[in-house]
């Protein structure tokens, strides 16, 4: 099944399969985000506010929290876009400042 994935400040809307994570998912339509480990949950630059859709998203992990835990801008909108895996719409906004 496939999800809208609405990218801001870009507006841009992409589609992603369940299960694709939405740094995969921006990454496949060309929308930046940075994403300095790969991928692999270490390193917090992929940091996102999920604006709508919080709640389709898979729950965070101790790790993923302790990460967003030291960013200044965390809120309780913020994800790491490399953890997060899709299972319905999204509105999500990358920060402008890492
Ligand atoms: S890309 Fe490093 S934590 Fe997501």
């Given at each position: ?27 496949e339509?060309?929308i ?44 309780e ?22």
């Amino acid at each position: 099944m496939k999800s809208k994935l609405h990218f801001l400040p870009e507006a841009r809307t992409v589609e992603a399969e369940t299960g694709t994570t939405i740094l995969d998912a921006a990454l496949e339509a060309d929308i930046d985000i940075y994403h300095d480990c790969g991928g692999n949950g270490a390193c917090s630059t992929c940091h996102i506010q999920v604006l709508e859709g919080m709640e389709t998203l898979n729950d965070k992990t101790e790790d993923e929290l302790d990460l967003l835990g030291d960013l200044e801008n965390c809120n309780e909108s913020s994800r790491l876009a490399c953890q997060c895996q899709v299972n319905g719409d999204l509105i999500i906004e990358i920060p402008v400042s890492r």
